[in-house]
């Protein structure tokens, strides 16, 4: 005796898929390419930087929150979160958070809570929400003591390069293609531009 008929099983899965949030992704298979290419490209080149400044171990915070925002910005080039406020002011604040909340709450457990808790609020009212801010935050207590020691000159080396970077091949590899360009406006510009002539 069966327990479920195939009707049955696929309703189940039908929603399941519903309830986890699994939507049918009508992305073509190009697309994917160029956001995986765009990526690879944007994080290779942060890597060289961020190692001019850090070993491979005390890297890997801060390699990952910018992994994180090449996902966002190849893979979803005209999303809110991806554009270059967001970017920018998301890694910035969150990471001057992340220093003050180092430099003045001993407890390590409260200063990296307190950071990445003042990143999102701060994130939110200043209108560059950008969730890979949060592990700058993270990476600014939790870092080691090469980015203890730097302070306020993390800013500038490596965040600042490694924001430069993402965003700049983002520019002029999503130029590339005329469906993708960034950020958003360039896009939508593009489109308004085409349905007028």
């Known amino acids: 005796m069966k327990l479920f008929d195939k009707t049955q099983i696929r309703y189940i899965l039908s929603e399941s898929k519903k ?18 290419i765009g990526a690879m490209i944007g994080i290779l080149l942060c890597q060289i930087v961020t190692l001019q ?8 915070l ?6 994180a925002t ?11 979160l991806s554009q270059p406020w967001s970017v920018f002011g998301g890694h910035f604040i969150s990471a001057i958070i992340g220093i003050l909340s180092y430099q003045y709450i001993p407890e390590s457990l409260l200063a990296s809570s307190v950071a990445v808790g003042g990143a999102v609020l701060a994130m ?3 209108r560059c929400l950008h969730p890979p801010g949060g592990a700058t935050a993270l990476f ?4 080691g ?3 203890h020691a730097l ?10 390069q490694n924001v430069i970077i993402l965003l700049g091949v983002a520019v002029i590899f999503n130029g590339l293609f005329s469906w993708r360009r960034y950020p958003a406006h360039l896009h939508f510009r593009h489109v308004k531009n085409q349905s007028v002539s």
């Open 124 to 126: 939110y009212f200043l």
């Open 151 to 160: 302070g306020f000159n993390f800013l500038i080396e490596p965040l600042l």
């Open 140 to 143: 600014c207590t939790q870092g």
């Open 53 to 60: 400044y850090f070993n491979t171990d005390e890297s890997l």
């Open 145 to 147: 003591e090469t980015v």
């Open 70 to 80: 090449a996902t966002l910005i190849y893979a979803l080039p005209h999303g809110a």
């Open 62 to 67: 801060l390699i990952a929150s910018m992994g």
């Open 19 to 36: 309830y986890l949030g699994i939507e049918a992704n009508s992305t073509s298979k190009t697309e994917k390419i160029i956001s995986g």
